[in-house]
């Protein structure tokens, strides 16, 4: 559904050239749970935003839902990313000033979506009581769980979620880990790059990333 086909990224920096990823090939299908581990600094998070169209390759091919996105303008990759992918991040990145409901509503104001969906997803998500606390009146993981269903909120395809447990006590990210297994029973997509083993306890698979190759 979402893949990479000898994917290479480099940069420059100075008067040499970086090479952060060499030759990746990698997807993840609907309903499927993917792990991605690694170093710190092995391009795990370089391969999840070219993977989420927030970078480009410098060679190589993006495909989402079996099409070519891999030269697309800006625009048209804004697009693509609406229509295919959510994004969960570890410092969940939440608007201090909106309720949990307008931060879930947030992405629909820019891809022209309703946030009709956001109530009936923080109740999915276990918050429906929650609604209109401010990220400074929730926990860790309640702020994790609002930032998944903002995630939701566009009906992606695909979540791409980076170190989702990472600021997480193990008792709230095991629950974290559940969510995101219940996710994937129901035809969504997850790929979770990360340090932490005890995600693959909830994964289909897990995929070694070292010094920009798939081992």
């Known amino acids: 559904m979402a893949r990479l086909e000898n994917v290479v990224k480099r940069y420059d920096s100075g008067d040499e050239t970086l090479t952060v990823l060499e030759g990746v090939d990698f997807g993840v299908e609907r309903g499927e749970f993917v792990t991605v581990m690694g170093p710190s600094g092995c391009g795990k998070t370089t391969m999840l935003n070219i993977l989420g169209l927030l970078d480009e390759p410098s060679e190589g091919t993006v495909r ?11 625009r048209e990759r804004t697009e693509a990313r609406k229509r295919f992918v959510g994004f969960v991040f570890q410092y969940f990145y939440l608007i201090p000033s909106l309720t949990a409901q307008e931060n879930v509503e947030a992405p629909t104001v820019f891809s022209g979506g309703s946030g009709g969906r956001a109530g009936e997803l923080l109740e999915k998500v276990g918050l429906g009581d929650r609604k209109e606390h401010k990220p400074a009146e929730l926990s860790g993981g309640q702020k994790q769980r609002v930032a998944i269903a903002r995630a939701l909120v566009n009906s992606p395809d695909v979540i791409l979620a980076d170190e989702p447990t990472g600021n997480l006590d193990k008792e709230t990210g095991d629950e974290t880990l559940q969510l995101i297994r219940d996710l994937c029973d129901e035809g969504v997509g997850v790929v979770a790059v990360t340090h932490d ?3 693959k306890d909830y994964s289909d698979r897990d995929v070694e990333l070292d010094d920009g190759v798939v081992l």
Not at 64 to 74: E, I, K, P, R, S
Request: avoid cysteine; hydrophobic fraction near 30%.
């Open 197 to 199: 083993e005890r995600i």
């Open 64 to 74: 989402l839902d079996g099409d070519d996105v891999t030269g697309l303008d800006d």
